[in-house]
Structures are given as C-alpha cells and as structure tokens.
C-alpha cells in the first residue's frame, strides 16, 4: 500500500523501576484443566504453564528439544509483558543445568502469553525437577491514545504510531490493517524509544492492541492475518465469524476509526515462577 506521513504530538516518558523479589514460589498440583499453576514470591502474580512436547534434536546429536508454553494470569489491561528470554533456570535430577539449543522465544506483549521452543535436554530425560521462568510485567499508569478518524474504502497515508506506522484499507466486508517500522520514519522510531524503553512495541502488538470501529459504532473483529519479517497485517469483519447469527458477509459502514494505546508513564516488576518436579511431553508428532 501507498503510505505518506502524518504528525502525532510529542510523548513524554517518566518511568521508574520497581522490582520484586526474584524467588517465586514453586507451583502446587496440576489443575483440572491439565495445567501447571506456579505462583510469584508475594503471591501476586500467577503463571499458567503446560509442557506442549519435544522433537528430535537438528544436529544429530542424541538430545531433546522441548517446547513449554505459559499465560501470566489476571495481568489486568494496563500490564504488558515485556520481550525478554523466560526461562532462567531448567536442571535435571542430576543437579545439571540445561539451556536453550537457540536463544529462541515467543513472548506475546498484548496477551501475556509466552512460549519457550527449544529447551534442549539429553535423549531419555523424563523429569526436570526444577523449570524457572522469568517475566518482566510493565504496569502502565500512564497512556497516550491515538485515534485516527475518516478512514474510508481505500487506501490511507501512514498513521504514525511512534514505535511504527499503520496503514490500512478496506473493502464492503472486510478492513485490513498492517504495522511495520517505515525505514523512513526509522529517526521516530528512535526517538519514540528512547523516551519509551519497552521492548516489544512492534507491529506484532500493534495488530494485538488496535481497536477498529466503523460508522454504525461496531467493533471489527480481528480474524487473522499474517507477517513476516518487520510486518504484520491482520483482517477486520464487522461480526465474529462463526458467531450464532453472524452474517455471510456484513457490509462495513464507513469511514472507519482506528485507535491505539501507546505507553507514557511506566513501572517495570520483575518476577519469577519456579515449577518443581515437571514430567517431560510426549514426543510431538514429524
């Protein structure tokens, strides 16, 4: 798409880091729902982890590589989980201590959700008696909301967000939105950074934060997209497909508004979870 600039104000940062005890607390039993549950050090924060599976090492060396994923619970709206390696700490009943193959993680900045892909152990390894997962929670008292209006069917000059741009277009039925870093507003970018510290405000967040509304006052509903690289696109329906009663196809009513938080004012909490006594998955299916 055709992209030109728009000119957003100024943000100003003020943040100040707050740090809790590192330690967490190890987890109680497996919940009903099949989850592990570990609790942090004050007992304030939960996380929701499930081992997912192992595959066969790349090298041809006789080793596991095991995939977790995990959810930091009632993390509220305002709380962002920053992009930073999880797993701290993963050994074995022999008292060893285990790494990741690659430094290789997922960590969801919008959802709270996390994943960790190739925690490599030796062929054979049926426990790991202690798994350490780190989390740096940025709570937001402060946010700057952009909103960009008069958004019709066609395609729109970028929408400066600060850490990227947007730029969207739309159709009877559907509007689709992308992200991505423009290389020739890379000076906003740096500048939004220096003032906002918070790693992963990328394009991907920026398809999980944005709101779409059309004419009519509904919601547009993500319904997914794709990426690669620094670019993310994503596909907004009036209705939920699927939904009871949803239509084929709902004709969108323009022009459309998009809108975005963006941080301001800012904490960081450093926390950890310490799960005990994990059993290792099952072997994921070639």
């Known amino acids: 798409?055709?992209?030109?600039?728009?000119?957003?104000?100024?943000?100003?940062?003020?943040?100040?880091?707050?740090?809790?005890?590192?330690?967490?607390?190890?987890?109680?039993?497996?919940e009903?729902?099949?989850?592990?549950?570990?609790?942090?050090?004050?007992?304030?924060?939960?996380?929701?982890?499930?081992?997912v599976g192992w595959r066969d090492s790349w090298d041809g060396e006789p080793a596991m590589l095991v995939q977790y994923q995990a959810t930091v619970e009632n993390k509220g709206p305002d709380t962002l989980l920053e992009r930073a390696n999880p797993l701290t700490r993963a050994v074995t009943p022999d008292g060893v201590q285990h790494e990741l193959a690659i430094t290789d993680y997922t960590v969801h900045v919008a959802t709270g959700n996390l994943?960790?892909?190739?925690?490599?152990?030796?062929?054979?390894?049926?426990?790991?008696?202690?798994?350490?997962?780190?989390?740096?929670?940025?709570?937001v008292t402060q946010w700057k909301e952009l909103r960009f209006t008069?958004?019709?069917?066609?395609?729109?000059?970028p929408l400066h967000c600060g850490p990227f741009e947007l730029w969207v277009g739309g159709e009877p039925g559907r509007f689709v939105v992308g992200a991505g870093a423009m290389a020739e507003f890379e000076a906003e970018h740096r500048s939004f950074?220096?003032?906002?510290?918070?790693?992963?405000?990328?394009?991907?967040?920026?398809?999980?934060?944005?709101?779409?509304?059309?004419?009519n006052g509904r919601q547009l509903f993500n319904m997914g997209g794709g990426g690669s690289g620094g670019v993310s696109v994503g596909h907004f329906?009036?209705?939920?497909?699927?939904?009871?009663?949803?239509?084929?196809?709902?004709?969108?009513a323009y022009p459309v508004s998009v809108s975005l938080r963006v941080p301001v004012v800012f904490e960081r909490e450093e926390v950890r979870f310490l799960f005990r006594d994990v059993p290792v998955p099952r072997r994921m299916p070639e």
């Not at 940062?13 to 039993?29: E, I, K, V, W, Y």
């Not at 592990?36 to 004050?42: E, K, V």
């Not at 008069?150 to 000059?157: D, H, I, K, M, R």
């Not at 329906?237 to 969108?252: D, L, N, Q």
């Open 193 to 215: 950074s220096e003032r906002v510290p918070i790693e992963g405000l990328h394009h991907r967040w920026a398809l999980q934060a944005v709101q779409v509304q059309d004419a």
């Open 32 to 51: 009903s729902d099949g989850f592990l549950r570990a609790s942090s050090a004050d007992g304030t924060h939960t996380l929701r982890m499930i081992p």
């Open 237 to 252: 329906y009036p209705e939920m497909m699927g939904a009871p009663g949803a239509s084929v196809e709902p004709e969108i």
């Open 115 to 139: 994943a960790i892909t190739y925690l490599r152990l030796p062929l054979g390894t049926e426990l790991v008696s202690e798994l350490e997962f780190r989390c740096v929670l940025v709570h």
């Open 1 to 30: 798409m055709r992209v030109l600039g728009a000119v957003l104000g100024a943000l100003v940062l003020s943040a100040c880091a707050a740090t809790a005890d590192p330690q967490g607390a190890a987890q109680g039993p497996p």
């Open 150 to 157: 008069g958004l019709g069917p066609g395609e729109s000059a």
